[in-house]
C-alpha cells in the first residue's frame, strides 16, 4: 500500500527515440489507474520504469515518498503481473508462487501458509504440483497472479494481464480482478490497450498518445468529456461519430447543421457554450453511436443516409451508414425497440434516416481538436 | 471415396515403413563400422600369450596382465595428471563460459557488439600460433615439465571466455520476461541466473561440461611441449604415445590398448550419464504458446 508519484518522467531510448514526454502523474495509496492507449504510446515503458526494469531517462519516480530511480526491481517492493505470464517453466505451480518468498528467506511453514491461501483465493489449488506447460492460458494467469500476490508488496502492476486470453475468459479475468482488487486493497496499475478494461477496472484513467498523456481522469470523465478528439475517439466502442459541421448561435441558442439538418444545442451542452461564449464557425461535432436514432424523414433534424453494413450484435444492431457526402456514420439501434418486421427490412442499400438528440453532443475545434467546453 | 482413402493410408503406412527399415539398416551397419575399431583394442588389451601386435583379434590367451602391468607404470602418475587437469578446467571453464554467455546475452553494454565481433576474429586464428610464445611465458613461470600440470590448465582455461557462442545461443531463446519477473520477485542478477537460467539451460550447461572436460582429456599437442620429455608432467596421450615408438612397440602394444580402455572409461560414464539432458527441452509453458 503507497502512493506513486511520477514527476516530468521522460524515456530516450538509445537510437534517440523519445518513448514518454514529461509524464506527471500523482498515483494515491489504494488507487486503481489504468493506462490505456494505442499501441507503441509509451504505456508499457512507463510501467516498466515504476518496476525498475527501464531507466528512467529524466525525471523522478516516487513510491511512499521515496526517490526510487536508482534502485533495483527487487528493491522497489512491488509486484508485477506480465502478459505473458512469465512463470518459470522449471518449477512446479507451488514453486512458482513460492519463489519471491524463498528468495526472502521465509520459514517454509510461512510459505506454506501464504502460497495456499492465495491458491484458494484463486482457485488453483488442485493444480499446485503441476508445472506451468500443463496449465490452460487462464489458469497461467492465475498462477502469475498468486505471484504477485503473496508479497504483500506496496503497489501491484499489470502489464496487458489478459491480452493472451479469449474473449470469454478474458471477460471472466475481467470481473476477477476486480474482486481481487477488493481483497487485496492495495495501488495497482494497469496498462491495456483495452478501453472496456480501462473503462470497468479504473478508478482514473490516464490515456496516452504518442508518448503524452491526453487526459487523466475518472471513467466518466473520460466518457462524458474528453479533452481532444483522441480520447473522445479512443474511450466508447464502436468509435464516436466525427462529423464537420457548422455551429450556428441565434438569439443566444446554438445550433448544429450536419449534413443539411438542423438540431438545437440543449441542456447542460447548451448552456456550457452559452457560458463559455463559444462563437459560431466550422467545428467537429461529435456523437456517440448509442445516442443516434432512427428518425422520421419529415423531421427537420433527420440526416439522411444509406445502409452499408448491419452487424447483429444480438441486444442490438450496429447500424453502418453513409451520408450523402460520404461520410460514415454508425448508429446503435437496441433491438427491443424495433417493430416485427423493421429489423428484417434493414438490409444494405436502404435508405434510412438518423438523427440524435441536442444534449449528447461534443464539440471539438478543427485545427487544435480540443473540447471547445473545456 | 472412403476405398480410395483406405489405399492412401495404407501407401502412406507402408512408406514411412520402408524408409523406416532403410534408416535402420544403414545406422546399424555405421555403429559396427564405428565399434570395431573400439571392439578390437578391448579384446587386445585382454590378450596375455604376446604384447606384440599379432594378426589375429580374439585373444588365444585372456587375463588381466596388461592392466596390472599399466598400474605398475608411469600410467597412474599420466592418468591423475589428465584426470586433474581436465577437472578443474571443466569447472572453471564452464563457469567462465557460462557467466560470459549470460552476460552478452541479456545486458547491453558500450561495445557489445565490438566484443564479440573481436572474439569471433580471434577465434579463427589457430591456437597452435601461440605455441613458442605460450612456452616462453610458461617457462618463464616455472609452469613447464614436473609442473606441466597447472602449466596446462592455465593454457586451456585462457581462451575459455570465447567459446561462449552456443550458450549465448541458448540463452537468447529464454525469455527476457522470465529475468524481468524474478527480477520484481526479489532475485539479484546472480540468482536470476543460477536459479532461473541455468536450470532452463541444463542441456547446455552438460554440453559446456562435457566439452570443457573433453578438450584437455584428449590434448596432445599442447601436453606434449610443455611436459617437454618430464614424464612426471606428462598426461596419457603423450605418455602412451611414448610407448608407440620403435623400441617399445614391441613390449608395450597390448598394455597400449588396455590404457586406451581405462582413458575411454571415465568420458563414458559421464556421456551416459548426461546424454538425456541432451534431448530433453525445459522451456515448453514458460510463456504463451
Known amino acids: 500500500m503507497a502512493s506513486v508519484k511520477l514527476t516530468n518522467v521522460k524515456k530516450v531510448y538509445d537510437n534517440n527515440v523519445v518513448a514518454v514526454h514529461d509524464f506527471n502523474l500523482d498515483i494515491h495509496d489504494k488507487e486503481f489507474v489504468v493506462f490505456v492507449g494505442p499501441s507503441g504510446c509509451g504505456k508499457s515503458t512507463t510501467l516498466r520504469m515504476i518496476a525498475g526494469l527501464e531507466d528512467i531517462s529524466g525525471g523522478t519516480v516516487e513510491i511512499d515518498g521515496e526517490v526510487v530511480n536508482d534502485l ?27 519463489f519471491s518468498l524463498r528468495l526472502q528467506k521465509m520459514p517454509e511453514d510461512q510459505i506454506y501458509e501464504k502460497v495456499t491461501n492465495a491458491a484458494d483465493i484463486l482457485g488453483i489449488t488442485e493444480y499446485l504440483l ?54 487485496l486493497d492495495t495501488t495497482f496499475i494497469y496498462v491495456t490497450h483495452d478501453q472496456t478494461e480501462a473503462m470497468t477496472l479504473a478508478d482514473r484513467i490516464v490515456i496516452m498518445k504518442d508518448g503524452y498523456i491526453q487526459q487523466v481522469g475518472t471513467p466518466e470523465q473520460c466518457f462524458d468529456m474528453p479533452t481532444n478528439l483522441f480520447v473522445a475517439e479512443f474511450i466508447g466502442a464502436p468509435k464516436m461519430n466525427i462529423m464537420k459541421t457548422q455551429l450556428l448561435r441565434e438569439n443566444g441558442r446554438y445550433f448544429v447543421t450536419p449534413f443539411g439538418s438542423k438540431i438545437e444545442v440543449t441542456g447542460e451542452k447548451g448552456q456550457m457554450l452559452a457560458k463559455k461564449n463559444v462563437p459560431a464557425g466550422e467545428i467537429l461535432l461529435g456523437v ?26 444480438g441486444s442490438e444492431l450496429h447500424l453502418h451508414v453513409f451520408t450523402e457526402d460520404g461520410t460514415r456514420l454508425i448508429v446503435r439501434v437496441p433491438t427491443i425497440g424495433l417493430e416485427s418486421g423493421e429489423r428484417e427490412s434493414l438490409v444494405r442499400g436502404k435508405k434510412i434516416n438518423v438523427t440524435f438528440e441536442g444534449k449528447v453532443m461534443h464539440f471539438f475545434d478543427p485545427e487544435t481538436e480540443e473540447n471547445l467546453l473545456l | 471415396m472412403n476405398k480410395t482413402l483406405e489405399k492412401r493410408s495404407m501407401g502412406l503406412r507402408a512408406s514411412r515403413a520402408i524408409s523406416n527399415t532403410i534408416i535402420y539398416i544403414i545406422l546399424v551397419i555405421m555403429s559396427i563400422v564405428w565399434l570395431i575399431p573400439f571392439i578390437c583394442i578391448v579384446l587386445q588389451s585382454f590378450r596375455v600369450e604376446s604384447t606384440w601386435q599379432v594378426g589375429y583379434v580374439i585373444p588365444q590367451k585372456w587375463g588381466w596382465d596388461n592392466y596390472i602391468a599399466l598400474w605398475n607404470s608411469d600410467f597412474k602418475k599420466w592418468y591423475l595428471n589428465t584426470f586433474i587437469i581436465a577437472l578443474v578446467v571443466s569447472v572453471i571453464q ?41 612456452y616462453r611465458v610458461l617457462k618463464d613461470l616455472g609452469l613447464t615439465q614436473v609442473n606441466a600440470v597447472p602449466g596446462l590448465i592455465l593454457v586451456y582455461v585462457a581462451s575459455s571466455g570465447m567459446g561462449y557462442y552456443v550458450s549465448k545461443g541458448f540463452f537468447d531463446t529464454i525469455p527476457k520476461t522470465l529475468d524481468e519477473a524474478a527480477r520484481v520477485d526479489g532475485a539479484t542478477r546472480a540468482q536470476v541466473l543460477t536459479k532461473i537460467i541455468l536450470p532452463l539451460a541444463k542441456p547446455i550447461v552438460i554440453y559446456t561440461i562435457l566439452t570443457a572436460f573433453m578438450a584437455p582429456w584428449g590434448d596432445f599437442v599442447f601436453a606434449r611441449y610443455v611436459s617437454f620429455g618430464t614424464s612426471a608432467g606428462m598426461n596419457v596421450a603423450v605418455g602412451m604415445y611414448g610407448w608407440l615408438q620403435l623400441d617399445q612397440i614391441g613390449q608395450r602394444y597390448t598394455m597400449f590398448c588396455a590404457g586406451g580402455v581405462v582413458v575411454a572409461i571415465p568420458v563414458t560414464i559421464l556421456f551416459m550419464c548426461l546424454q538425456k539432458y541432451y534431448v530433453e527441452g525445459v522451456t515448453g509453458g514458460a510463456v504463451k504458446g
Open chain 1, 130 to 183: 503441476r508445472k506451468p506447460r500443463a496449465l490452460s492460458g487462464g489458469q497461467r494467469q492465475r498462477v502469475a497472479i498468486g505471484r504477485a500476490m503473496v508479497r504483500d508488496s506496496k503497489v501491484f502492476l499489470m502489464d496487458e494481464p489478459l491480452s493472451n486470453l479469449d474473449a470469454k475468459l478474458r471477460n471472466q479475468m475481467r470481473a476477477e480482478i476486480i474482486l481481487l482488487r477488493q481483497k
Open chain 1, 72 to 98: 533495483q526491481p527487487k528493491d522497489r517492493n512491488i509486484a508485477m503481473v506480465f502478459q505473458n505470464y512469465a512463470l518459470y517453466p522449471h518449477m512446479t505451480v507451488y514453486d512458482n508462487i513460492a
Open chain 1, 288 to 313: 456517440r453511436p448509442e445516442h443516434m436514432v432512427l428518425a422520421d424523414d419529415k423531421d427537420a433534424a433527420a440526416i439522411p443516409t444509406t445502409l452499408e453494413v448491419n452487424e447483429m450484435m
Open chain 2, 94 to 134: 564452464t563457469f567462465i563460459v557460462l557467466c560470459m554467455s549470460y552476460t552478452l546475452s541479456r545486458f547491453r553494454f558500450k561495445m557489445r557488439n565490438g566484443l564479440m565481433r573481436f572474439m569471433l576474429i580471434l577465434g579463427m586464428f589457430p591456437g597452435m600460433l601461440t605455441m613458442i610464445i605460450l
